[in-house]
C-alpha cells in the first residue's frame, strides 16, 4: 500500500489499521510506503513492483504522477486497487476496483448543511495544494453556495496554518463558515477563530477522536466522514480475494464508504470508536 500520507496526519493512521486487520485475516504481509509528493510515491510504487509484491493498493491525489508507474504494474502482472483518492481515474489507470468517498457529492453534501445552518460565505480551506480530491470538496462546496472563498494553507506546518487561516478571519469580516477538509486542520481552525475574534461557525471533513469530541461538544457544526478504515480494509482485503479466486469487488465502478455527515445527532454513537482511531 503507497498513499500520498503527510508525515504525522493521524487520518492515514486510521486507514493503515483498516488495511493491518484486513491482512492479519487473511494471512498476508502488509508493505506499507507514503510520500506526499507525486514524483517520489510513484518510485515508492515502482520499488515495490520490482520486489514481485502481488497485489499493489495505491491513491491517485496526484494522477498524472502516477501513471506511467502503474503501467508498469500493469505490465508486470501485478493488480492494483485505488483508495481515498481516484475514484474518477481508477479505470484509466488499470486498477480493477476503487474505494473511497465521491469528493464531488462530499463537498456538496458539506455545502448542503452549511446552507440548512443558514451559512452562505464560507472558506474552503485546502490544506495540499494540487490535491485534485481536496480541490473537488470545495468545489463540491461552491456549487451549493457560490460564495465560498479557497484559503490555501500548508498542512505539514500546523503553525503556517494557524497564522495564515487567523489574518484570513481577521480581513473576510463577511465570512460566517470555515470548512476544512481535514480534522487536525479544522481543531487548528477552531484555535484560529478565537485568537481572530470571529464568530465563524466551523465544519469539517474526516474525523479523529478530538474531532468527534469538539462536535459532541457543539464547537464544530459536523464532519463529512468518508470512514477511512474502511477504504483501508477493503482495499488489502479486494487485493485478497482478487489473489484468491479471481474476485473482482465493484464490477468495475468504484465502492464508495462515504460521505457520511456526523453531527451533535449521532457523533456520541461514534465518538469511542473515533478515539480508537477506526473512525
Known sequence: MITHAAPGNTFW???R???EEAAAKDNAELLYASDPEGARQSQLVQQYIEQDVDGIAVTLAKPDALQDVLKNAEEAGIPVVTLNSG???????????HFGSDERLAGEAAGEKLKEEGLQNPICVIHEQGNVGLETRCEGVKSVLPKTEILYVQGTDMTQVA???TAKLQTAKDADAVIALDAPIALAVLKSREEAG?????GSFDMNGELAQAIVDGDILFTVDQQPWLQG???VDALWQNHRGAFKIGGGQATLTGPAIVDQS????VLEYAQEGIR
Open 233 to 235: 480494509y477493503l482495499s
Open 198 to 202: 470571529s464568530d465563524a461557525k466551523v
Open 266 to 269: 449521532n457523533a456520541q454513537a
Open 163 to 165: 497564522s495564515t487561516t
Open 13 to 15: 493512521d486510521t486507514i
Open 87 to 97: 475514484t474518477d481515474q481508477f479505470q484509466d489507470f488499470g486498477a480493477f476496483a
Open 17 to 19: 489499521k483498516g488495511a
